[in-house]
Each structure stands twice: as C-alpha cells, then as structure tokens.
C-alpha cells in the first residue's frame, strides 16, 4: 500500500478519489520501477520489478479497497473490476535421482542426528511440504496406518499430506 501511496500523493490525489485507472496508471509505472528502489542496503539494480512482484502489490490494494467497502468507509469497491497483471507460471526445476542420493548420502545414518537428518532429507522430498509445515511436524501428526501426515498449512488450515513406504519405515525406525 505504502507504494500506492506514495504514487497517488505525486499525482496529488488522495485514496477518497481513487479510481480504476489509477491503479492501471499505478501497475504501469510499477512495470517500469527498478528492483530494490529506495531499499537502504541494496543498491539499484537494472532489472525492473517483476511480474510477480507486481501482482503481489495490487492483490494488497484490492484486498485494502475491499475491506474499505465491507466496512462500508465506500459504498462499492472501484477497483475489483481492474484485471490483475498476468504471470507467468513457473515450472519448478526438482531433483534427479542422482541428485537426491548425493543428497541423503551427506547423512551420517549411523547417528541419532545423522538418521534424524535423512529421515527429514527424505520426508521433505517425499511429500513437498513448506519448510515451515515440516518443522512443526509431530510424531501424533504421523498415521502409519494410512501413511498420512496431518499438516498445519498456512492460515492454519489442517491438511492431510500422504507419504510412501520408504518414509513410513524410516520414520518407524527412527521413532524406535
């Protein structure tokens, strides 16, 4: 917001008289922004903001104008018909097979932490959950009966996540 902000006090406009086009206007000076503007450490790069970046900070404005009708401060929302910038879908690159045996193989399995670091290594890449959902993972999270892990995703929302059969007997043997 603090963006739009700054971009409609330039314009010497104030958010009471904001409109659909302002937002437009305001992704297409965005488009041009250079990456880490006005960031204390990091210096002015070449690149431009991307696209990604981009949606994220209107998806922010009109979650703020929608909330401004909901609490009635506006009688309609005059930015929810204003298209949101397009992004392109990323595939993410994963792991060979090769790359995820170096991987396991930098674990000393033949530790309580060594094994605890594979169990983990493999849990991770097993199921692909966020790092954060991992670590707060616990053993009455584990069914065995029917390999699922209960996750707390964000938004605390719980989700089942199932796991194969080289995580559930990794697990069981590092839980005896």
Same mark, same amino acid.
Request: hydrophobic share 40%.
């Given at each position: 917001?603090?963006?739009?902000?700054?971009?409609?006090?330039?314009?010497?406009?104030?958010?009471?008289?904001?409109? +659909?086009?302002?937002? /437009?206007?305001? %992704? %297409? &000076?965005?488009?041009?922004?250079?990456?880490? =503007?006005?960031?204390?450490?990091?210096?002015?790069?070449?690149?431009?903001?991307?696209?990604?970046?981009?949606?994220?900070?209107?998806?922010?404005?009109? =979650?703020?104008?929608?909330?401004? #009708?909901?609490?009635?401060?506006?009688?309609?929302? @005059?930015?929810?018909?204003?298209?949101?910038?397009?992004?392109?879908?990323?595939?993410? /690159?994963?792991?060979?097979?090769?790359? @995820?045996?170096?991987?396991? &193989?930098?674990?000393?399995?033949?530790?309580?932490? +060594?094994?605890?670091?594979?169990?983990? %290594?493999?849990?991770?890449?097993?199921?692909? %959950?966020?790092?954060?959902?991992? &670590?707060?993972?616990?053993?009455?999270?584990?069914?065995?009966?029917?390999?699922?892990?209960?996750?707390?995703? #964000?938004?605390?929302?719980?989700?089942?996540?199932?796991?194969?059969?080289?995580?559930?007997? &990794?697990?069981?043997?590092?839980?005896?």
């Amino acid at each position: 917001m603090g963006y739009f902000a700054d971009f409609l006090g330039s314009e010497q406009q104030d958010i009471g008289t904001t409109t +659909g086009n302002d937002l /437009r206007r305001f %992704i %297409i &000076a965005l488009q041009g922004k250079p990456k880490f =503007a006005n960031h204390p450490y990091n210096k002015t790069q070449q690149a431009k903001l991307s696209s990604q970046s981009i949606e994220t900070y209107c998806r922010g404005i009109k =979650a703020f104008f929608g909330f401004l #009708k909901r609490e009635g401060f506006t009688k309609n929302n @005059i930015i929810e018909k204003v298209k949101m910038p397009k992004v392109p879908e990323v595939v993410i /690159r994963t792991f060979s097979e090769k790359e @995820i045996a170096k991987l396991l &193989a930098q674990t000393n399995r033949g530790t309580n932490e +060594g094994f605890r670091d594979y169990c983990i %290594i493999l849990t991770f890449i097993d199921i692909g %959950i966020r790092l954060s959902e991992l &670590a707060d993972l616990r053993a009455d999270d584990i069914d065995y009966e029917q390999n699922l892990f209960r996750v707390m995703g #964000k938004g605390l929302r719980e989700r089942f996540v199932p796991f194969g059969r080289r995580v559930a007997k &990794a697990l069981m043997k590092y839980q005896m």
